[in-house]
DNA sequence: AGCCATTGGTTATTCGTTTAAGCTAAGTTA
DNA sequence: TAACTTAGCTTAAACGAATAACCAATGGCT
């Protein structure tokens, strides 16, 4: 036995059931002012059927009517992780829930530039969020074409550039900045830093190590620094070159998850912390308080918590072009 | 000077500045057996057309036509995290791809039941997979109503009914039953265990516990539990409790996350792991790794990966009713 | 009685796409 | 030469919802 597949109640189902056009129903269901006309006792008829079918109006077809989609994109990488990148989320959904607007997230997206934007696009959504490594020139091109409005995170708006596009600057090179005054105040001159090896975390350690190089330059400390992968083995092998060549005073671990990395590296090796080596990290994660000695870090706090969220609101609704960088760093000091 | 909003193309201005007719834009775009019969020429100038014109297909108006949709929603808490949700999501992601469906997530939803059921079904994906705790039978009821097939994650078959629904179980129980197996072989009998506080985690808190709970009284051996917020502070009065009321001798945290917290905690009350306290946590992420004593932990691994993902497209494309179980927990043993 | 206003709706069109069912002109066959 | 094929399209009708424009019936006013 084969069941037939159950279809979604349409306005035009209820309109049957309930006896009167397709249009009554639809002026009830969203009290739209020129059904005012309409009296109680159908409004509660009309009501009461759809209640009965279950009705869910669709989506598409009232976005293929109305021309306009109240659905923003997020793209992101393969799962979204982080403290800062979770708290981000949470806001920006319940900040576009309010206007109306569903957040969606479509990850785990290989493809990149135009392909990629093609597949955004054909969702129609009102805006898309992206990180700025997914996005191309022709990718935004395409999407500006289609009247969808693109915000690229992290990315400097001098780097990425494209009509119609809006960004909101993750501006990594102040985390790097706050990691080496702190390094270098305790006195540290022979600083160094590791950078992610793999290539969608790599572009942010390249900016972060920028930071750090310029401060710790201005006041005349070094940087070394060592690629390093996301492996307690990958550690292991940075703290063994670091003993071969003579081990620095500071270190900077690109961010708390690497830094807890080294930390047990740094542990087994027989190295002590603070003591002979001192250690930052940054994001200000959980993690910070579980490691001994605790995690010094530095964050990136939201300068306005509800800023970015309302800025994006801005770009999906008003169209504006919005460039900021709402992210201030700001160092924790804790034991390392 | 207000800029017009850029209109995506359409079929229509394809035909229009082709020269053909909006059937047969179509014919050629979707490579249609029935647009056989038009010459390559013709294909050639409306393809051109449809690139210079940089035509992106309007997903909607299509499922709308089609009656499918290719759309698949993943319902999840806040963020996804976790080591294991995301292999999930990675292979759910791909496989999905495979088969022309798009996984999209959506997050962050605070509304249940029924009124949550309805944002999803507004979308009218073709499933919506979702974590049990989000799901309630007036829900599961709406969308089956509506033809979307519905896979609770992480539910037992039992606990939770509605039409058409399948399950993908993750038992949680297994997991704390491997736990006790681990404290009591290590001849542990005075065990204790910590519950998450919070609603969300709180419900597989409560199922791991359960495991634990029935293999150690199987041994002889009692666990006595204490709930847990997700902060330094929670783990330290945890902590302080066992201190006042005697050490247990072995402690199932929960999951690694809690338990590195539990680990600062003991760290800082002076006890020492494991040779005071034995610590097991669950889910085996890199965390484990940073901490020290390395963290022994309780992993649920996948017993064929790809098999969720074959089996959810199964629930999909076939209408297939599902239930299974593809996990079995692991202990990994480190240092703890 | 004739006119107007109001009530309580309905009709018809549109959004972008797919697709079954035509239809015309040229070529082929009886 | 008439009938039949075939190539190469086109026409038209959906899908579900929104909405401008219309309309019939009733009541009130002059």
Redesign the pocket.
Known sequence: MTSIRP??A???DIARQA??????V??V??D?P?GA???E??RARVRAVADELG?V??AS??S????SSSMVLHVHLDVVQGQLASEFLYGLTHALRELGYTLMQYGAERNRGVKAARGWAGMRPAAVIAGYDRLTPAGIDLLGKSGIRVVAVGADPAEVKGTGLSTLRMDNRTVGEEAARHLVGRGYRDLAAVIPAEPPLRGMGEERLRGLREAAAAEGATVRTQDMDWSPESAGSVVRAWLAEGLPEGVFGYNDEFSGLLLGALHDAGVRVPEQVGLVGADDIMLCHMLRPKLTTVRLEAQDPGEVARRIVEVVTERAEVHLSPWRPVLVRRGT
Chains 1, 2 share one sequence.
């Open positions: 279809r979604p349409t306005i035009t006896g009167v056009s397709t249009a009554t639809s002026y269901l969203n739209a020129a006309r309409i009296p006792a159908t009705y109006p669709h077809a009232r293929l009517r109305t021309g």
